[in-house]
């Protein structure tokens, strides 16, 4: 979880513990270096971030991560400045749920 400290931010731990997850929490100022040696270092599966925050594209730079690529799904955080807000996700298909004509692993 790489998200600012909001409401959204703590509901997110909590469905994260209830559903049996282990929860890797990344500082917000971290770079994408640092954050795709995290995602392949701990063998990440998902990824919850803003859409953008405090003017950084977070989603944008996920593109620059190799380790982003093989996540199974990223959680999106949408709602720029405001207390409103929406988790989007974004699935990863696979090379295997390609090839036998399956939808995104979630």
Do not use: K
């Amino acid at each position: 979880i790489q998200l600012p400290s909001r409401p959204e931010t703590a509901a997110l731990y909590v469905a994260a513990f209830h559903a049996g997850a282990t929860v890797l929490p990344i500082v917000h100022t971290y770079g994408p270096a640092e954050v795709d040696f995290i995602l392949a270092d701990s063998r990440a599966r998902w990824l919850a971030i803003p859409d953008a925050w405090r003017g950084v594209d977070y989603l944008g730079r996920c593109a620059q991560m190799p380790a982003a690529q093989a996540l199974r799904g990223i959680l999106v955080l949408e709602g720029r400045g405001g207390t409103a807000a929406t988790i989007r996700r974004a699935a990863r298909r696979t090379q295997g749920d390609e090839r036998e004509g399956r939808a995104p692993r979630t």
